[in-house]
C-alpha cells in the first residue's frame, strides 16, 4: 500500500512537471492557436496604424506562418514604458525608436547588419542610417524621416498685408539690424495678425534650425556645447520676437507644443515654422490658402534637421527568424511605401519619396521646401548615452531664457551644465 502511495506520488510529480514544460513551451511559442508565430511592433501615433496594418497584411499573405500584431502605446508615456519594459524583459519583438543609444549600449537590440546583411542599408536615407548607427553598427531599419522644417504661411494674411510670398522665401535673419529682413517682414505682418510668427521652445522645429544657421553647434562628441556665442545670437534672436509681440508669450507656448499650431489654424498668425509632421493636419484643418515657404536663412546659410524614427529589433524575443523577415519587409521598397501613400510622411526607403510628392502634388500642396532646405547638409539633431535625461535637465532652465527671466548668455551656459551632468550620471 506504502509503495503505490509513493508510486503515485512520484507520477504526479512528474506529471506536474511535463505539464510545467508544456506550458513553458506553449508560451514560449507565443501563436494565436493555429500554429502562427505572433510577432508584436510598438508604435506611438495612432495615425500610423492603418498603413502599418495594410504594410503587414501583405507581408502575412506571403508569409502566412508570422501575424504581426502592433501595440499602440501614447507618446506621453511611450520612453518611459518602454525602458522599463525593456529592462523588465518584456518589451515587444520590435519597436520604434529615435533616441536608442542606451538599448544599444547595454546589449538589448539587434545588430541590424547581422541580421539583414550590409547591403540592405543602400536602400534607405543616408543621414537615418548614420542618426542609427553607433560603433560601426546599425541598430535600427529606419522607417520615415520628418524631412526638413519649413514655414507655413497663411497667404489671406500675407496678401492682406501686401507681403509677397517670394519675401518670405528669401527673409533673411540677423542679429545686425543693417542684415536683418526677417524681423522687418513681421512687423509688417503684424498689422494683420496678432502674432505673424512662432518663436518658441520648439527643439526641433526652431531651436535646432536658429542654432545651427548662427553657426552654432549642439554638441561636440557627447558633450553639449551650445553654450557659444553663436548660440546666444541664435536665442537670443527668437527671445527679441517674442519680447517684441512679433511671436506668442512663452507663458503660452513653454508648456503647449500646439499653442503655435492651433493659433495658425485659428489664421491668426501668418507664419508657422515646423515639420511635414504637421502637414496633413493643416491640409485637413485650415480655413484658409496656405503654402510653404524655405525657412529664414541666418548668418551662414539654412540648416535645418531631419530627424528619422526607425524599427529596433529586441535581442531578447523569442523569435528571431520572425523578426528578421519582419524587418526585411519593414525596410524593403514595397512594405516602406505604404508609410508615404496617404502623404503622412515621407518614407525612408529613398525610392519610395515619389509616393509621398505625388500625394500632395495630387492635393496641390508643393512640398519642395521640405526637401530644398536639406541641399546644403543638415544639422544633427544630437544623441548619445543619457540624452533623453539631458533634454529633460536643460527644457526647464530654456523656459526661463524663453520667457525672459533668466539672461540669454547665463541660461544657456546653465542649460548645457545641467545637460552635461545627466549625461555623466547616467
Known sequence: MRVKDSTRAVLGIVLAVLLLIAAALWLGRDDDGSGRTVVRLRIWDQSFVAAYRASLDEFERANPDVEVRITLVPWASYPQKLRLDVAGGIADDLFW????????????????????????????????????????????????????????????????????????????????????????????????????????????SIELPYLGSAGGQLQQGEQFAFASPQGETAFGYLVRLIAEGL??????????????????????????????????????????????????????????????????????????????????????????????????????????????????ARHGVDVSAFFDVLRNGQFAAGGGPGFPAALKAMDPILAEVFSGRIPVGTGLARAQAAANDAVAQQ
Open 97 to 204: 525608436t529615435g533616441l536608442y543609444e542606451d538599448y544599444a549600449d547595454s546589449g538589448r537590440l539587434v545588430d541590424i547588419g547581422a541580421a539583414l546583411g550590409a547591403d540592405a542599408a543602400r536602400a534607405w536615407d543616408p543621414a537615418a542610417v548614420s542618426q542609427f548607427t553607433r560603433n560601426g553598427k546599425l541598430w535600427a531599419v529606419p522607417q520615415f524621416v520628418d524631412g526638413g522644417t519649413a514655414v507655413f504661411y497663411n497667404r489671406d494674411l500675407l496678401d492682406a498685408a501686401g507681403v509677397d510670398r517670394a519675401e518670405v522665401a528669401g527673409a533673411r535673419w540677423s542679429a545686425d539690424d543693417a542684415d536683418d529682413t526677417f524681423r522687418p517682414l513681421l512687423r509688417r505682418l503684424h498689422a494683420v495678425s496678432p502674432w505673424p510668427y512662432n518663436a518658441a521652445k520648439d527643439y526641433q
Open 247 to 360: 511671436s506668442p508669450s512663452a507663458a503660452d507656448t513653454n508648456n503647449s507644443g500646439d499653442f503655435a499650431k492651433n493659433v495658425f489654424l485659428q489664421g491668426k498668425m501668418a507664419l508657422f515654422q515646423s515639420g511635414s509632421f504637421n502637414l496633413a493636419t493643416i491640409a485637413q484643418s485650415a480655413g484658409f490658402r496656405w503654402g510653404l515657404a524655405l525657412i529664414p536663412q541666418g548668418p551662414i546659410g539654412r540648416l535645418s534637421t531631419d530627424n528619422s524614427v526607425g524599427v529596433a529589433a529586441n535581442a531578447a524575443s523569442k523569435h528571431p527568424d520572425a523578426v528578421r523577415r519582419v524587418l526585411a519587409w519593414l525596410g524593403s521598397p514595397a512594405g516602406n511605401r505604404y508609410l508615404g501613400a496617404d502623404g503622412a510622411t515621407i518614407p525612408a526607403v529613398v525610392s519610395e519619396r515619389q509616393v509621398y510628392r505625388d500625394y500632395w
